[in-house]
């Protein structure tokens, strides 16, 4: 299932990765998800074969901040076979709901369609977008500019006096903006996370 997800090959071949090792490492943390009583993972198949995967686990740390059960899907394998999606997902969805989670997260690749129509179909909201940019290295020769930047950013340590920059930056990134953008979340509690 992991070999076959078609939605990583650009980024594979923009980051030289070789897929048996990636296969590797997927399949190590689900080994380690397997091992660990705490998160559960359902496996669809048909005709004896597997088609889909998907495993939940609560988050701790998340829980601790917003003061309830938050839990996350991953991973969320479903492409081969989509029709094992809706089933598969109830039954996630029933055994969070079982384990008093009430809030779940997952994450589909911007190009699954089926699966981000699936989701917002049941009433999954699309809270963030991330943008990934990749560049192999060593970084290709480039021509020079036609423009010149405004100011020569300055590059040092953090200093004590950039505390409030830093928290302003941070709450504009992936995790920040994640939470901020879910109705469900109390703004508050994301600004302290």
């Not at 997260?105 to 369609?113: I, K």
């Not at 977008?129 to 930047?149: E, G, I, Q, T």
Request: aromatic share 8%; net charge positive.
């Amino acid at each position: 299932l992991f070999t076959f997800y078609p939605f990583k090959t650009a980024q594979q071949s923009a980051q030289k990765l070789d897929r048996q090792r990636l296969d590797a490492y997927f399949q190590d943390g689900l080994a380690r998800q397997l091992a660990d009583p705490a998160q559960q993972v359902w496996l669809a198949q048909q005709n004896g074969e597997p088609v889909a995967l998907a495993g939940l686990s609560e988050s701790p740390w998340h829980s601790s901040i917003y003061g309830m059960a938050m839990g996350r899907v991953q991973p969320w394998l479903n492409t081969l076979h989509p029709a094992a999606g809706p089933p598969l997902l109830a039954t996630l969805v029933e055994a969070a709901r079982q384990a008093g989670m009430r809030h779940l997260s997952v994450r589909v690749d911007g190009a699954d369609f089926p699966n981000l129509h699936l989701f917002e179909g049941a009433g999954w909201r699309l809270v963030d977008v991330s943008v990934k940019l990749s560049l192999a290295m060593p970084p290709p020769r480039r021509r020079a500019a036609s423009h010149r930047a405004p100011c020569k950013p300055r590059v040092g340590t953090a200093e004590t006096q950039d505390k409030d920059w830093i928290r302003r930056l941070g709450s504009q990134t992936h995790a920040g903006t994640h939470f901020l953008n879910d109705p469900e979340l109390a703004p508050e509690r994301t600004r302290e996370l």
